[in-house]
Nanobody
């Protein structure tokens, strides 16, 4: 699967952004997708994930209630909507794909090691 992330940018605290991840090359609906982020000098952090069916989602504690993940299987796209942004949300955001169609329609992972494919990342910068 090839993944192309886009939508990053610079916003002020309290603002919003929408990140998109376009997938190609394999059957999109066979994959769960996750978003991770990495700030300078910090480890990669789980942000959100959505199961292959779209019926289950999961969020990291630091973004719960502010970010929303969704998928459009007809458009082969996963979207992460970021609301109420904070300076600590500043990071490079990566989308990733995990082949999970045989693991149950609600299965998803928050461990980055489970994801087989990664996009190139998109920068999000939040100023105070």
């Amino acid at each position: 699967v090839q993944l192309q992330a886009s939508g990053g940018g610079s916003v002020q605290a309290g603002g919003s952004l929408t990140l998109s991840c376009a997938a190609s090359g394999r059957t999109f609906s066979n994959y769960a997708f996750g978003w991770f982020r990495q700030a300078p000098g910090k480890e990669r952090e789980f942000v959100a994930a959505i199961s292959w069916s779209g019926e289950s989602t999961y969020y990291g504690d630091s973004v719960e209630g502010r970010f929303t993940i969704s998928r459009d299987n007809a458009k082969n796209t996963v979207v992460l909507h970021l609301d109420s942004l904070k300076p600590e949300d500043t990071a490079v955001y990566f989308c990733a794909a995990d082949f999970t169609v045989h693991s149950g329609r609600h299965y998803l992972a928050y461990d980055s090691h489970e994801y087989e494919y990664w996009g190139q990342g998109t920068q999000v910068t939040v100023s105070s």
